[in-house]
Structure formats: C-alpha cells, structure tokens
C-alpha cells in the first residue's frame, strides 16, 4: 500500500503503477469515496485539457456555487 495513496487518488487508472491501483480500486469501493475521485479527476482533466502550457487569468474563472451532485450532471 502507497504511503501517499491520497495523492494517487486524482491520477487516471491507466497511469498508476499495480500496486497503486490496486489499493485506489480498494478505496474507491466506498460509493463516497468514489464520487469524490471522479470529481477530482473530472477537475484535473478541465485543468489539464483547458491550461496545458497556457497562463490564465483568475477573473477568467467562474465560480461554481452548485452542490458536489451537481457538478457530477454536468459530467
């Protein structure tokens, strides 16, 4: 088991080691636990796709003032 597995947790399946993934597949059982990974890694990806390599201004970034759940809608 990663020392660290929290800051596995956000990586995409098919970037970690076995090990590691075996012990995310373990942790993200718990239907909470799951739902707050795929946030993250929905997060990480909006991050990734829109900013690689670009500066962004903040006042370019709108707030988000919905619920957890809404934010898993609109995928």
Known sequence: MPKQLSSHLPCEPKNLDTDVAV?????????EAARIVGLARQFCRI??????G?????ENI???DGSPDDACKRG
């Open 23 to 31: 012990a995310v597949t373990r942790v993200l059982q718990d239907k």
């Open 54 to 58: 670009k500066l962004v201004k903040l």
């Open 62 to 64: 709108g707030a988000f």
């Open 47 to 52: 991050v990734d796709d829109c900013c690689s």
